[in-house]
């Protein structure tokens, strides 16, 4: 992928047929509410991350093709080739990457789908606190944000490297979508901490509804 270029579309389109079926076969993958995920348009799926399923978990039940955002250490190897060829984009975590913010802004610029896990890191789940970098590109391309609940990929006692067994129960909750609402007279940077704070209650909120409408075995612990 060239520097600061969207990937081509057609990579997502590609790989989220394979992810289908590793969360119909080795997984019991299930989408709760697909339908509430707009098919055209620029559309962000925030996520909360407990575990390394997760991406892939919601690259594959997804009702649409998604760029995700990932982790530039994960781009070596087989692993790396693979994920870069179904249209992920590579994010330097310790800086403000512009490349990556562009090409995923470049994507929506095309009427495609971005995934991020706006709190950077695999933690419980419980979305405390997020980067700027969702916020930010929501509002420079007006796309419409869904809220994405993950659970069932982090067990009761284990910790965030761990898989779950195999035919475990996986499940990916959309919510309503939404678009930060932040009154434009307000300066830039205060305006993009207003609508990240935005972005963090309306995911905490949905995962935790999601927890209580799902049941207790997709907790996070």
Same mark, same amino acid.
């Given at each position: 992928m060239t520097q600061g270029l969207a990937p081509h579309p057609s990579r997502a389109r590609i790989g989220r047929p394979i992810g289908k079926v590793i969360f119909s076969t080795l997984y019991r993958g299930t989408a709760v509410h697909p339908e509430r995920v707009p098919l055209t348009g620029p559309v962000i799926l925030v996520a909360n991350h407990a575990a390394f399923l997760d991406g892939p978990l919601v690259f594959g039940l997804a009702p649409r093709p998604v760029s995700f955002l990932v982790k530039q250490e994960a781009f070596s190897g087989f692993w790396g080739w693979t994920?870069?060829?179904?249209?992920?984009?590579?994010?330097?975590?310790?800086?403000?990457?512009?490349?990556?913010?562009? +090409?995923?802004?470049?994507?929506? &610029? @095309?009427?495609? +789908?971005?995934?991020?896990?706006? &709190? @950077?890191?695999?933690?419980?789940?419980e979305v405390q606190q997020v980067n700027h970098g969702a916020a930010w590109i929501a509002l420079r391309t007006d796309a419409q944000v869904v809220p994405v609940a993950v659970s069932g990929t982090r067990v009761p006692g284990a910790t965030k490297d761990n898989w779950p067994a195999f035919r475990s129960r996986?499940?990916?909750?959309?919510?309503?979508?939404?678009r930060l609402a932040v009154d434009p007279s307000v300066p830039g940077r205060d305006r993009l901490r207003l609508a990240s704070d935005q972005l963090r209650d309306a995911l905490a909120s949905h995962v935790r509804r999601s927890r209580v409408e799902n049941g207790p075995s997709t907790d996070v612990h």
């Open positions: 994920i870069r060829n179904v249209g992920q984009i590579p994010i330097d975590r310790t800086v403000g990457d512009r490349a990556a913010l562009a +090409a995923a802004s470049a994507v929506l &610029e @095309g009427g495609g +789908a971005v995934g991020i896990f706006p &709190e @950077g890191n695999r933690s419980d789940g996986l499940l990916v909750d959309f919510g309503d979508p939404f």
